[in-house]
C-alpha cells in the first residue's frame, strides 16, 4: 500500500467495527445453497436464503442455464446497447412482461441496479420522492444518484405520506413527484398500503415506484405485490429480481412500453455494466415458465410458513408484523439476539440475527426464511431447536 493514511483508516476503521460488534464473518457454504446447507462439515436446516421457491437448486433450472451457455456462452460479451442484447434476453423480458401484465420489461444485472438505473433515469433536480423510512438500502443509493429533493414518510404510515405529498404538491416547487416503496418489507415482512398509496397518488399526480424484490414469485400468485391487489396497471414502475424467489441472478423493471424504451436510452446500468450472462437468462426463463404453469411451489411455500409461524407462535414466541412467508422472530436485545442465533447454529439451525443498525434498537430478531424447498421434518427440527434455546435463556416457559 503506497499510502499509510490509507491504510491506517483501514486497519482502525476495521477494529471500530470488531469492537462494535458490527463486523460479520463469513462462512463459506461447502454445496448448494439448498433447504440444508453444510458448513464445516456440518449439516444444518438453512432458514437464511431468499431462494423462497427452491428454485435455486432446481434440476430444470440448472438444465436450463447448461443449455442456454451452450447455445449462446459463457458471457454475453458486451452492454445491451452495442451488441450484448441477444435474442434470449428479449424473450425473457417478453415472458417478465406477460407474467407481471404490463406492456414491458427490461432486465438489469442484478435488483440492486434496477434501484440504481430506473430512479435515476426517471427523476432529476426539481422534482421530489416520498421514501418510505425503511425502503432497501438499494432505493436509497438509487434516489442519491438524482438531486432530487427525498421526503422521508414514516414506516407504511399513509397519513403521514398523504399529508407529504400534498404538501410536496401544494408547494409548486417539483415538476414531477414520485412515492416509493418496497413491496414487501424484508425485515418484517409486512406488505406494503398499495390500495392507499395509489389513492393518495392519483389525488396529487404521483409517479408510483414498487420495488417487489421479495413480493416476486411470493405474492400475487407469483406476479407479485401489485397484482397481489389488483393494481398491476396503476403501478408506474414495477421492479422485480431474479435473484431472489426465481433462483437465480438479475432483475428488471415491469411498465409501460414508453418506461422501458427510455430506460433503454437512459438508465446507466443498461448503458454501461454487461448484459445477464446467458446461463442466468436461460435458467429465469425456466424459472417464470415454471411460475405459470403451476402454483403448487408457492402453495408449498406458503403452507411451510404457516407451519413455522403457527409452531413459533405456539412455544410463546411473537413473529411480530409479517403478512408473508419472512418470519422473525422477536427476541429483542442485541446481545440476547446474538447469542440466540448463535445458539441454534449450534444446535444445527442457520438463521441470521437481525439488530441494529439494520432495525431499531431494541427490536432484535431472528429472521427465518422457510421456502417451498423445506420437509416438514426441517421446520420440525428448526421449531425444537427453537424451544430448547428459547427455554434455556428463559424467553418462552
Ligand atoms: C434484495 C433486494 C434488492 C436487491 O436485489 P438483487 O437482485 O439481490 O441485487 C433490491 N431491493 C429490495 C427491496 C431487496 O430486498
Known amino acids: 500500500m503506497t499510502s499509510r493514511t490509507f491504510a491506517a483508516f483501514l486497519q482502525r476503521s476495521l477494529e471500530e467495527l470488531k469492537e462494535q460488534g458490527l463486523y460479520n464473518t463469513i462462512e ?7 433447504p440444508t446447507i453444510a458448513i464445516r462439515g ?6 437464511s436464503s431468499n431462494n423462497y421457491l427452491g428454485l ?46 404490463t406492456e414491458a420489461a427490461v432486465s438489469f444485472p442484478s435488483g440492486f441496479a434496477c434501484n440504481m438505473a430506473a430512479i435515476s433515469a426517471v427523476m432529476g433536480p426539481g422534482d421530489a420522492i416520498l421514501s418510505d423510512e425503511l425502503n432497501h438500502a438499494s432505493i436509497i443509493d438509487g434516489i442519491r444518484l438524482t438531486k432530487s429533493t427525498t421526503i422521508r414518510y414514516r414506516h407504511s404510515d399513509m397519513d403521514d405520506l398523504r399529508a407529504k405529498a400534498r404538501e410536496a404538491r401544494d408547494s409548486g416547487k417539483y415538476e414531477k413527484i414520485m412515492v416509493v416503496t418496497d413491496g414487501v418489507f424484508s425485515m418484517d415482512g409486512d406488505v406494503a398500503k398499495l390500495p392507499d398509496i395509489v389513492d393518495i397518488a392519483d389525488a396529487h399526480d404521483l409517479i408510483v415506484y414498487v420495488d417487489d424484490a421479495h413480493g416476486s414469485g411470493v405474492l400475487g400468485g407469483g406476479a407479485g405485490t401489485a397484482k397481489h391487489f389488483g393494481l398491476s396497471d396503476k403501478i408506474d414502475l414495477q421492479i422485480g429480481t ?33 448484459a445477464l450472462p446467458p446461463a442466468a437468462v436461460g435458467a429465469s426463463i425456466a424459472a417464470i415458465e415454471l411460475l405459470q404453469e403451476s402454483r403448487e411451489l408457492q402453495e408449498r411455500l406458503w403452507r411451510n410458513a404457516a407451519y413455522l409461524q403457527q409452531g413459533l407462535r405456539e412455544l410463546g414466541f411473537s413473529v411480530g408484523a409479517t403478512e408473508t ?10 446481545e440476547t439476539t446474538q447469542l440466540f442465533s448463535r445458539r441454534l447454529y449450534e444446535e444445527g439451525v442457520y438463521a441470521k440475527a437481525i439488530v441494529f443498525p439494520t432495525v431499531p434498537r431494541g427490536t432484535g430478531r431472528v429472521r427465518n426464511m422457510p421456502s417451498a424447498a423445506h420437509t416438514t421434518e426441517l421446520l420440525d427440527a428448526a421449531l425444537a431447536a427453537y424451544a430448547k434455546v428459547g427455554r434455556e435463556l428463559r424467553l418462552i416457559p
Open 42 to 47: 456440518r449439516e444444518l436446516v438453512n432458514l
Open 242 to 274: 431474479l435473484s431472489k424467489a426465481v433462483g437465480v441472478v438479475g432483475g428488471y423493471v415491469a411498465g409501460s412500453r414508453e418506461l422501458v424504451d427510455w430506460l433503454k436510452a437512459r438508465s446507466r446500468p443498461f448503458l454501461f455494466s454487461t
Open 28 to 34: 463459506p457454504l461447502e454445496g448448494p445453497n439448498g
Open 325 to 334: 412467508p419472512i418470519t422473525p422472530c422477536m427476541i429483542g436485545n442485541e
Open 56 to 101: 435455486a437448486t432446481d434440476e430444470r433450472l440448472v438444465e436450463a442455464a447448461v443449455r442456454a451457455a451452450r447455445t449462446w456462452g459463457a458471457g454475453s460479451g458486451a452492454v445491451r446497447t452495442i451488441n450484448g442484447t441477444l435474442r434470449l434476453h428479449e424473450e425473457l423480458e417478453e415472458k417478465l412482461a406477460a407474467f407481471k401484465g
